[in-house]
């Protein structure tokens, strides 16, 4: 076991420099750059921004000064936000992406797993078919499309909610409701299909048999026997999940005004900033990264069959 977790980190290395690498050439080979604007900038006053910033040098010179930077846990400084590095800004904004990605895949968890029980041990009643009606809703509705209505209905028409804002602002948590719900629905009906689909396919194997034969209560063969080997396909799919919902709040943060990762990192591809955009597409890769790597080790652990050999 020892031996597959440190080999499965060991693999992480070359997968993020890959990334880094290809990102750095498609960034900086993209046309455009972060000092064209509308009007012309002076010669003079362009090549001194150019040799502020290295990029009056060769390419194979700035990738390998950026990689010395990144080793040394500097991802330099932004070109249009000449206030802080960064670094301040990913580590500033990215805990709220993060609060909101984790309350969002917890709750979609929590109503994924429960609606995937109910839906299949009540196989083919009016729970199963509620639970799966909302569960291609949200695989159906996309959250551009969630997010809005949501606003309208409870923000603009019954005035129950805030139209945007983050909790650190006057309205406090409730700011937390449209966002949470916007942003898990999806990742709620994934789970809630895995989850059903799972558990139907063990309360028809031989053990499950022999436990109810045996006398069980229902409620012992679900919660002991069944659930341990029905969750293995939600959790090899929690890691790219909470990827997937960090990523994907970046339409969400726009449409609720949060001030997450996703809003810097809109901003910095509208504005060509090389190193912001840089910096944001680093955090999430690691992030995507070390979750399927976490995602694995649970995994192995849940499934012993899965080990190197």
Same mark, same amino acid.
């Given at each position: 076991?020892?031996? !597959? @977790? &440190? ?10 420099f890959?990334i880094?690498? &290809? ?6 080979l ?12 002076p010669?003079a006053?362009?090549k ?5 910033? #290295?990029?009056?040098?060769s ?12 080793? #040394? ?5 932004? !070109?249009r ?6 670094n ?9 992406s ?14 994924g ?7 299949a ?20 509705i ?13 923000a ?24 949470v ?20 396919e063990?309360?028809r194997?031989?053990?499950?048999r ?14 002991? #026997? ?8 939600v ?7 909470l ?5 994907g ?5 726009? &449409?609720f ?16 900033? !090389? ?6 597409? @680093?955090?999430y890769s ?7 790597? @976490?995602? $694995? &080790?649970?995994?192995?652990?849940? $499934? ?6």
């Amino acid at each position: 076991m020892t031996k !597959y @977790i &440190i080999r499965r980190f060991l693999g992480l290395i070359p997968t993020i420099f890959i990334i880094i690498t &290809i990102s750095f050439f498609f960034i900086r080979l993209a046309p455009g750059g972060p000092f064209d604007t509308e009007k012309a900038v002076p010669d003079a006053v362009m090549k001194n921004l150019e040799a502020k910033f #290295h990029m009056n040098e060769s390419m194979p010179k700035q990738y390998l000064r950026y990689m010395w930077d990144i080793l #040394h846990g500097d991802l330099g400084p932004s !070109y249009r936000y000449s206030d802080h590095s960064v670094n301040w800004y990913i580590f500033n904004s990215l805990p709220n992406s993060m609060l909101l990605g984790g309350i969002s895949l917890f709750v979609a968890v929590i109503l994924g797993v429960g609606a995937g029980i109910i839906s299949a041990i009540r196989q083919n009643t009016w729970m199963d078919y509620v639970a799966m009606g909302f569960s291609v809703m949200g695989i159906s509705i996309p959250l551009f499309v969630i997010g809005p209505v949501l606003m309208y209905i409870f923000a603009m028409k019954l005035q129950w909610l805030p139209t945007s804002g983050w909790i650190t602002g006057r309205h406090g948590a409730w700011t937390l409701i449209m966002p949470v719900i916007t942003l898990m629905f999806p990742y709620f009906a994934n789970i809630a299909r895995l989850s059903r689909a799972s558990i139907l396919e063990i309360l028809r194997s031989d053990y499950v048999r022999t436990a109810r034969a045996k006398g069980l209560k229902e409620s012992v063969i679900i919660f002991k #026997h069944v659930l341990k080997g029905g969750m293995l396909p939600v959790v090899s799919y929690l890691g790219p999940a909470l990827a997937g919902i960090l990523v994907g709040s970046v339409v969400v943060e726009q &449409i609720f005004r949060v001030p997450g990762l996703g809003t810097f990192f809109v901003k910095s591809a509208f504005n060509r900033d !090389y190193t912001l955009i840089l910096g944001t597409v @680093i955090v999430y890769s690691v992030l995507l990264v070390l979750l399927n790597f @976490i995602v $694995d &080790i649970v995994y192995s652990i849940l $499934d012993p069959r899965v080990s190197y050999k």
